[in-house]
């Protein structure tokens, strides 16, 4: 299962995503999305989730995990496996062409950090990494580009589908943070 394939990674088409599903798998699968849903449902939702993250300066709300000179690396707060994290450009861009040299290599420096850490603290038997452009790719923050870094465990799909209803989460975005920060910090 390639990052193509899987659900979809964004606020707006995991709501609907997720709408699908009963309130007690919800719940057990990330506990957390009630919080944020309801600011987003609210009528309180930023026009970026990633600007207003930066400008909040609250890292640990925000749960960013690291701040570089032209990137940082925030938790993706609906993941698809534990340690799901995005690295994002300061720069509220929506293409890699408007992204300047140092940026897409700090981007790529980050992501080599990233790697050793989830596969320091996971160990999984895989890594995805990957962008969607564009709504028809699957883009849930339209404007602002994000490369999402996950780690992988044979059988991790299999385990969501086949289970249905008992599925849980094993780690809470707390947890996962306080792991990554101390690594990537
Ligand atoms: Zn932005």
């Known amino acids: ?48 989730i990633f600007c207003d993250a930066l400008a909040r300066k609250d890292d640990a709300e925000t749960l960013i995990v690291h701040r570089g000179e032209k ?51 996971y160990k999984p038997d895989g890594m995805n990494l990957g962008m969607n452009l564009g709504r028809a790719a699957g883009a849930g923050v339209l404007g602002h580009l994000h490369l999402h870094v996950l780690p992988r465990w044979i059988g991790d799909s299999n385990f969501m589908t086949v289970t249905g209803e008992t599925r849980v989460h094993p780690e809470e975005l707390k947890t996962t943070y306080e792991r990554l920060h101390k690594v990537l910090a």
């Not at 599903?21 to 600011?39: H, T």
């Not at 690295?87 to 992204?99: G, K, R, T």
């Not at 897409?104 to 790697?115: C, D, S």
């Open 1 to 48: 299962m390639g990052v193509l394939s899987m659900p979809p990674f964004c606020v707006m088409l995991c709501a609907r995503h997720f709408g699908k599903e009963s309130d007690a798998m919800d719940y057990l699968w990330s506990p957390w999305r009630y919080q944020y849903m309801a600011l987003v449902t609210g009528g309180k939702q930023p026009e970026c």
């Open 71 to 121: 990137t940082f690396v925030i938790l993706n707060r609906f993941p698809y496996t534990s340690g799901h994290v995005m690295i994002v450009p300061y720069a509220h861009v929506s293409e890699l062409n408007s992204c300047d040299a140092a940026t897409l290599a700090e981007m790529m420096k980050l992501a080599q950090g990233t790697e050793m850490a989830l596969r320091t603290i």
